[in-house]
């Protein structure tokens, strides 16, 4: 393998032309200074073949709300080797550096990612830990019922001028939603920016405000895109994210998003699989609802991370972990933990469960059951009812969601 190299600030141009090579994209110049801000120069390994940018990964710091928790989290981001550099082990070379620098560092016990393909980053340790829906549907004959007070109002504005307030409540829900991830003031500035090539072919973006009895309790980021046919108005809601406090903001900011005039179709790439509105809409069918991944955990340190999470119930359970990249994870460990925290350490007693490590990053964020990956082979019972003891722990009363794609 070509020597990957830690790139500077300057080389953030040449590293955003070589990904938007790869994934098939044009550059915006307004875009690019959104992107740059962002941009970790220090967390970032670029290779060079004779001075040409052919592969480079990078990672946002960040944390990760887990469940009962939020631990620091290696947000894995622009990895790609170029076309002309495929098959030479670069994209190996890259993440297993990556995934060594990370553990070395002894900052943050896991990282995460979104996968362009799910086949890619199994092989570097990383498990399906949240799952999303996305919706897209026909609002004409959808009805949500009616609320059951009139307290609340609703009123739109851009958002930029919110962000204070957007904070505040993103972090007071964020607590309780594992998948969620930190966003200092930097990173609200990003989320935020309105680039034109963002919209496509939609309006800027909007913020739907739900004010309560103690001040603003939900909000919708969103778009509309109008269109019309001879039978008159076709327009689209586009949603990008709804956060809301309690049941009654939520239902508020998805009524109006639902019956917009002029509209007759929304889009809502980033649903949760606990998604309310599955349970609040008079069709569900109607919502569209495909299922597809979207975060994909790695245990970078085994007993670190099994220690930064709660666990839903009480368990005491010893699990036998291989690890190909870090072996440092592979051994014995015993957890033993409940919903007021937990300890995982190295132990000579014989392991009730086995598994891999992407077994483990697809458990950590409580969304993936003990029970149906040891029925898909990923885990297996050494001691009988182990599963049945150790199953409801990993579990949690809330699914993990993705909120953002970084």
């Not at 981001?77 to 560092?105: F, K, N, S, W, Y």
């Not at 200092?184 to 913020?207: F, I, M, N, P, Q």
């Not at 009895?213 to 980021?221: F, I, K, M, N």
Request: aromatic fraction near 6%.
């Amino acid at each position: 393998m070509i020597d990957a190299l830690t790139p500077q600030a300057e080389d953030f141009d040449e590293i955003r032309t070589l990904l938007a090579l790869i994934f098939h994209g044009d550059l915006d110049p307004e875009l690019l200074e959104i992107e740059r801000a962002a941009f970790e120069p220090e967390r970032s390994l670029l290779v060079r073949d004779d001075g040409t940018a052919v592969a480079h990964a990078g990672a946002f710091t960040r944390e990760l709300t887990v469940p009962g928790a939020a631990v620091p989290a290696a947000h894995v981001t622009m990895v790609g080797v170029a076309p002309t550099h495929r098959r030479r082990g670069l994209l190996t070379g890259l993440m297993r550096r990556q995934l060594r620098e990370i553990r070395d560092a002894g900052r943050e016990p896991v990282a995460v990612l979104w996968a362009s393909e799910g086949r890619i980053y199994p092989r570097f340790g990383y498990g399906l830990a949240a799952q999303r829906y996305t919706l897209s549907c026909d609002t004409t004959e959808l009805r949500l019922p009616e609320p059951a007070s009139a307290e609340g109002t609703l009123r739109l504005d851009r958002p930029a001028a919110h962000q204070a307030e957007l904070a505040r409540l993103y972090d007071r829900v964020r607590a309780g939603r594992p998948g969620w991830s930190s966003r200092d003031e930097h990173w609200w500035a990003y989320v935020l920016a309105d680039a034109k090539a963002l919209r496509g072919g939609a309006t800027e973006r909007r913020v739907l405000l739900h004010e309560g009895p103690d001040g603003l309790d939900g909000y919708a980021l969103y778009r509309t895109k109008g269109e019309w046919d001879r039978t008159g108005p076709r327009g689209e809601v586009r949603v990008d994210e709804v956060v809301a406090g309690n049941p009654a903001a939520y239902l508020a900011l998805w009524r109006l998003l639902l019956s917009l005039d002029l509209t007759r179709r929304l889009s809502f790439d980033r649903a949760a699989v606990d998604e309310p509105l599955l349970w609040l809409v008079n069709e569900p069918r109607q919502l569209g609802a495909h299922l597809d991944d979207a975060l994909w955990v790695r245990l970078v340190d085994v007993p670190a991370a099994l220690a930064a999470r709660r666990y839903a119930t009480d368990v005491d359970v010893v699990v036998e972990v291989t690890d190909e990249l870090l072996p440092e994870n592979a051994g014995r460990w015993r957890l033993v933990g409940g919903p007021a925290g937990a300890e995982c350490t190295p132990t000579t007693a014989a392991a009730q469960l086995t598994c891999d490590v992407p077994a483990l990053g697809a458990l950590y964020l409580g969304g993936a059951g003990l029970a149906a990956l040891a029925a898909a082979g990923r885990v297996r019972e050494l001691v009988p009812g182990a599963l049945a003891a150790a199953g409801p722990a990993f579990g949690w009363h809330r699914a993990p969601a993705p909120m953002e794609v970084f």
